[in-house]
C-alpha cells in the first residue's frame, strides 16, 4: 500500500517498490526532493570490465531518481578501486593497476547508458571519476583538514570492520582508510555537483553515515543517506551469482539470451518482488502477475525476463532470446542466440572429454561440477543422454556444423568448429 506521509515522488517509489532498508532522516529527504530537483549519487569501484546483477538493484535507484525529476550522478571509484572496499570480505581485495582500472571503467560506463540519461540538462545523469580529486590530495594537509573529524572508535564498531576483526582476518590500514575516503567523496560532490543524497546497499550505511556527518562538520551541510536492503533469492543465494559464474550486464561478457534465461529461471517467490525492484511495470499490474498460481506464474516470469533484459540490451535483443528460449524449450530446435564456443578443427577431430567440454562452454563452473552433471544424467549432446564423462566428443557429433550441447532442460551451448 502507498504510504501517504511521503509527497515526493521519488521516496514513495522506494517504498512501494521495495528500494528502501534505512535512511538518515527520509522525512527531510521527502520535503526536499518535493522543494525541486536533488542530485544524488551511488558510487562505483571498477574491480571488473562489468556490474553484474548484484549492483543492478542501486543502478534501477538511480534512474527511478531521474524518472522522478531529479539528477543521478555515477561515481566511478578510479581512485578507491586502489585500495578496494573492504565491505563485506574477509581479506583485501586483489590490488588492480592503473591500466587495468581504466579498462574496467571503460566496460562500466557502457552499463549505464542503457539505464540512465546523459546530459547537460538539470535531470540528465552525470559520470565522474573519484581520481580527479583524490590522486591531487596531499596526506598530510588531508589527515589535519578532515582525519581529525572521524572517531576511530566508532570507526571499529561499523560492520566492514567489525566483521573482519571478529573472524581474525587481517585488516591493512590500506583498507580501513577507504572510509574515509568515501566520506570525502561526498563532500566533494556537495561542492562540485551540489550533490545533497548518497545512496548504497545496507552494507554501505556506516561509510554514508560518515560522509553526511562530514559534511555538516565540515561545511554545515545538509546531506542525506539512504540504503537499499541486501538482496538474496528465495535460496538464501546472494544476489548476482550463478553455478555458472556472474550474470554480468555487459553483453560481451554475458550473452542476452543468457540474461533472459536468468530472470526466466526465477524462483516462484522471488518473482513479484523482482518485478518490483528490476522492471517499471505498474504496481496493479505485477500484483495481478504476482498473484498467478501453478503453470501460470511462468507468464510472468517471461514477462520478467523480457522487461529486465530490454532494460540491458533493448528490445531487439530481449525478443530475439525469447524466441530462441521458444524455439529450444517448445520445438527442440537450436535457436541463433545460444551461447557459442569455437573449437579448432584439429582438437575436435582428436576427441575432447565430454565433461571438460561442457566446463568450457560454461555449462559448469568447473570439470568436477561437469562430471557430476554428467554423472547425474543431466547432460545431453544433440538431445541424446551422455552416459560417460570420459566419451570422446569429436567432429563426428556435428550436426549442420554444430553440436547443441545441454546441461538439465533450460542450459544449452553450440560447438562449432574454428
Known amino acids: 500500500m502507498t504510504d501517504r506521509r511521503y509527497v515526493s515522488d521519488f521516496v514513495r517509489v522506494m517504498v512501494e517498490r521495495g528500494y528502501l532498508h534505512q535512511a538518515t532522516d527520509l522525512e527531510g529527504l521527502d520535503e526536499r526532493l518535493n522543494q525541486g530537483t536533488v542530485a544524488g549519487y551511488i558510487g562505483f569501484d571498477c574491480t571488473a570490465k562489468s556490474l553484474h546483477v548484484g549492483s543492478l538493484v542501486q543502478i534501477m535507484m538511480l534512474r527511478w531518481l531521474q524518472k522522478t525529476g531529479h539528477k543521478p550522478i555515477v561515481l566511478l571509484g578510479g581512485g578507491t578501486t586502489r585500495i578496494g572496499d573492504p565491505t563485506g570480505r574477509d581479506e583485501a581485495r586483489k590490488m588492480l593497476d592503473d591500466a587495468a582500472i581504466a579498462e574496467n571503467m571503460a566496460g562500466i560506463r557502457q552499463v549505464f547508458?542503457?539505464?540512465?540519461q546523459f546530459g547537460d540538462g538539470a535531470t540528465d545523469a552525470v559520470m565522474v571519476n573519484n581520481a580527479d580529486w583524490l590522486d591531487g590530495l596531499g596526506y598530510i594537509s588531508f589527515l589535519r583538514d578532515y582525519g581529525r573529524h572521524f572517531s576511530v572508535n566508532r570507526m571499529l564498531t561499523f560492520e566492514s570492520v567489525k566483521l573482519r576483526l571478529e573472524r581474525e582476518q587481517p585488516m591493512s590500514f590500506l583498507e580501513f582508510n577507504y572510509m574515509i575516503l568515501q566520506a570525502y567523496d561526498f563532500l566533494e560532490l556537495s561542492r562540485r555537483q551540489n550533490c545533497l543524497l548518497q545512496m548504497g546497499g545496507s552494507d554501505q550505511w556506516g561509510n554514508i553515515i560518515n560522509g553526511v556527518e562530514l559534511g555538516r562538520r565540515v561545511d554545515e551541510r545538509g546531506l542525506f543517506g539512504l540504503t537499499s536492503p541486501?538482496?538474496?533469492?528465495?535460496?538464501?543465494?546472494?544476489?548476482?551469482?550463478?553455478?555458472?559464474?556472474?550474470?554480468?550486464?555487459?553483453?560481451?561478457?554475458?550473452?542476452?539470451?543468457?540474461?533472459?534465461?536468468?530472470?526466466?529461471?526465477?524462483?516462484?517467490?522471488?518473482?513479484?518482488?523482482?518485478l518490483k525492484l528490476f522492471t517499471?511495470?505498474?504496481?496493479?499490474?505485477?500484483?495481478?502477475?504476482?498473484?498467478?498460481?501453478?503453470?501460470?506464474?511462468?507468464?510472468?516470469?517471461?514477462?520478467l525476463a523480457h522487461e529486465a533484459t530490454k532494460m540491458a540490451h533493448g528490445e531487439e535483443a530481449a525478443l530475439s532470446a525469447a524466441e530462441t528460449a521458444r524455439r529450444t524449450f517448445e520445438e527442440g530446435a537450436a535457436g541463433e542466440d545460444l551461447p557459442v564456443i569455437v573449437i579448432p578443427a584439429a582438437e575436435l577431430d582428436a576427441g575432447i572429454p565430454a565433461f571438460e567440454l561442457f566446463?568450457?562452454?560454461?555449462?559448469?563452473?568447473?570439470?568436477?561440477?561437469a562430471r557430476r552433471t554428467i554423472q547425474g544424467g543431466g547432460a545431453r549432446l544433440n538431445g541424446e543422454k551422455i552416459e560417460d564423462e570420459q566419451q570422446p566428443i569429436t567432429t563426428a557429433r556435428l550436426v549442420d556444423g554444430q553440436i547443441k550441447l545441454s546441461a538439465g532442460r533450460k542450459r544449452h551451448a553450440l560447438v562449432k568448429v574454428g
Open 113 to 116: 547508458d542503457k539505464f540512465v
Open 230 to 274: 541486501l538482496i538474496t533469492l528465495a535460496s538464501g543465494q546472494k544476489m548476482g551469482k550463478t553455478a555458472g559464474g556472474a550474470v554480468w550486464l555487459n553483453a560481451e561478457m554475458l550473452s542476452a539470451y543468457d540474461y533472459w534465461q536468468f530472470w526466466r529461471n526465477t524462483a516462484d517467490a522471488d518473482v513479484g518482488r523482482f
Open 280 to 303: 517499471e511495470l505498474p504496481l496493479d499490474e505485477i500484483a495481478r502477475l504476482e498473484a498467478l498460481g501453478g503453470a501460470e506464474i511462468n507468464e510472468a516470469k517471461k514477462i
Open 359 to 369: 566446463a568450457r562452454a560454461g555449462l559448469a563452473p568447473s570439470r568436477k561440477e
